[in-house]
């Protein structure tokens, strides 16, 4: 944990012309294919033209994210009378719209959903109290995740536990066993999301010496969470909290993990140390495009057309897709299925030497 974080959000929140372009980027083209140069000032200016937030489409979007989730809440909580299986089994379904509400709070963060900066946090931290996430904490450290990813010397705040085949053999048999232990699907997408979200986010990790404005993001979200809480537990009784609120966000935390992991963790991604790492290649080397089906890109925002999020963090998530159907270079870059990412769970080590990453029984039979 650092000792103290700079702020840093808001150089990120100016997007692309927070980026140099002096050097040339490159995009990873499938791996039958060799990669291209393209020119930083070019995509930049590319890149800008889809920045600009359509305040029409984000109440829009707002309104058929938020409607049908505060909806399908009063439904389950109705259907606890007659069926608590069939209420849990609504609220499971209802953890689509709560994992859509967080790819809101992440534009608002980024400071894309609205043109209005004072707007996008004020809606960012009404929701942050939905998704158990403090706003202003959660925003400075996805920045570092923003301004750090890919960097072998700035990993800890905003990223998954990754260690080189290097360091992962110099640790004793202890330390070998608890990152062994984390890297396990069943924790990292089952306990971790549990960890994160109910009890990491009540405290500013990360920030804890940053400054009273982090504490006052975790310390008033934390009020606003017990007063929501205990009126659902006086109105409702306990089974709410049981059969409906909880599946959701147990449900929808661990979607949120997956998604966050197989954006960085696949195995032609890029990792490297401080004197040869680039923001901007980072950006683009070290994220995926990870290309789902339709009904999945809606619920998560785009998210997966994650290595144009990284490159221009400005763009709306519903002007995403925008930039892939104008520009095809993009398209293949880093490109992972839904088929394909299922084996980036048993990734868990960085090569140096092979520059991708690697299963624990690969890592083993490198030589030493």
Same mark, same amino acid.
């Given at each position: 944990?650092?000792?103290?974080?700079?702020?840093?959000?808001?150089?990120?929140?100016?997007?692309?012309?927070?980026?140099?372009?002096?050097?040339?980027?490159?995009?990873?083209?499938?791996?039958?294919?060799?990669?291209?140069?393209?020119?930083?000032?070019?995509?930049?200016?590319?890149?800008?033209?889809?920045?600009?937030?359509?305040?029409?489409?984000?109440?829009?979007?707002?309104?058929?994210?938020?409607?049908?989730? #505060?909806?399908?809440?009063?439904?389950?909580? @109705? &259907?606890? !009378?007659?069926?608590?299986?069939? +209420?849990?089994?609504? %609220? $499971?379904?209802?953890?689509?719209?709560?994992?859509?509400?967080?790819?809101?709070?992440?534009?608002?963060?980024?400071?894309?959903?609205?043109?209005?900066?004072?707007?996008?946090?004020?809606?960012?931290?009404?929701?942050?109290?939905?998704?158990?996430?403090?706003?202003?904490?959660?925003?400075?450290?996805?920045?570092?995740?923003?301004?750090?990813?890919?960097?072998?010397?700035?990993?800890?705040?905003?990223?998954?536990?990754?260690?080189?085949?290097?360091?992962?053999?110099?640790?004793?048999?202890?330390?070998?066993?608890?990152?062994?232990?984390?890297?396990?699907?069943?924790?990292?997408?089952?306990?971790?999301?549990?960890?994160?979200?109910?009890?990491?986010?009540?405290?500013?990790?990360? #920030?804890?010496?940053?400054?009273?404005?982090? @504490? &006052?993001? !975790?310390?008033?979200?934390?009020? +606003?969470?017990?007063? %929501? $809480?205990?009126?659902?537990?006086?109105?409702?009784?306990?089974?709410?909290?049981?059969?409906?609120?909880?599946?959701?966000?147990?449900?929808?935390?661990?979607?949120?993990?997956?998604?966050?992991?197989?954006?960085?963790?696949?195995?032609?991604?890029?990792?490297?140390?401080?004197?040869?790492?680039?923001?901007?290649?980072?950006?683009?080397?070290?994220?995926?495009?990870?290309?789902?089906?339709?009904?999945?890109?809606?619920?998560?925002?785009?998210?997966?057309?994650?290595?144009?999020?990284?490159?221009?963090?400005?763009?709306?998530?519903?002007?995403?897709?925008?930039?892939?159907?104008?520009?095809?270079?993009?398209?293949?870059?880093?490109?992972?299925?839904?088929?394909?990412?299922?084996?980036?769970?048993?990734?868990?080590?960085?090569?140096?030497?092979?520059?991708?990453?690697?299963?624990? +029984?690969?890592?083993?039979? $490198?030589?030493?």
């Amino acid at each position: 944990m650092a000792a103290k974080a700079r702020p840093i959000s808001r150089s990120l929140d100016r997007g692309t012309r927070a980026l140099p372009t002096e050097r040339p980027i490159t995009v990873n083209a499938p791996r039958s294919c060799s990669k291209e140069p393209v020119d930083a000032l070019r995509w930049s200016r590319v890149l800008t033209r889809y920045r600009a937030p359509d305040p029409t489409r984000s109440v829009l979007e707002l309104i058929v994210t938020l409607a049908p989730f #505060l909806t399908t809440w009063a439904v389950g909580w @109705w &259907l606890l !009378a007659y069926s608590p299986a069939l +209420a849990m089994l609504l %609220a $499971l379904g209802n953890s689509a719209f709560l994992v859509r509400l967080f790819m809101i709070q992440h534009d608002c963060g980024h400071g894309s959903f609205f043109r209005s900066k004072r707007l996008c946090n004020w809606l960012g931290r009404a929701i942050g109290v939905v998704t158990l996430t403090p706003y202003d904490v959660w925003r400075e450290t996805h920045a570092i995740h923003h301004a750090t990813t890919g960097n072998l010397d700035q990993r800890g705040i905003g990223d998954i536990p990754t260690m080189t085949v290097a360091e992962y053999r110099a640790k004793g048999p202890v330390a070998r066993g608890l990152y062994r232990l984390v890297r396990h699907p069943l924790v990292l997408f089952g306990v971790v999301p549990f960890y994160s979200f109910f009890l990491q986010n009540r405290l500013p990790v990360g #920030l804890m010496r940053s400054g009273w404005k982090y @504490w &006052l993001s !975790a310390m008033a979200t934390n009020a +606003a969470i017990a007063a %929501a $809480l205990t009126a659902l537990v006086w109105f409702g009784g306990w089974s709410v909290v049981l059969f409906i609120f909880l599946p959701t966000m147990l449900l929808a935390a661990s979607t949120g993990m997956w998604f966050f992991y197989v954006q960085h963790q696949f195995e032609n991604t890029s990792w490297s140390h401080r004197a040869d790492w680039d923001i901007r290649d980072a950006a683009i080397e070290g994220s995926s495009h990870y290309d789902l089906p339709p009904i999945l890109r809606w619920i998560t925002g785009n998210i997966g057309v994650h290595h144009v999020h990284h490159l221009a963090s400005r763009i709306p998530f519903y002007r995403l897709p925008e930039v892939l159907r104008d520009h095809d270079a993009l398209v293949d870059s880093n490109r992972v299925t839904l088929r394909e990412s299922l084996g980036c769970a048993r990734l868990a080590l960085w090569d140096e030497s092979a520059e991708r990453l690697v299963t624990f +029984a690969e890592a083993h039979r $490198l030589p030493t």
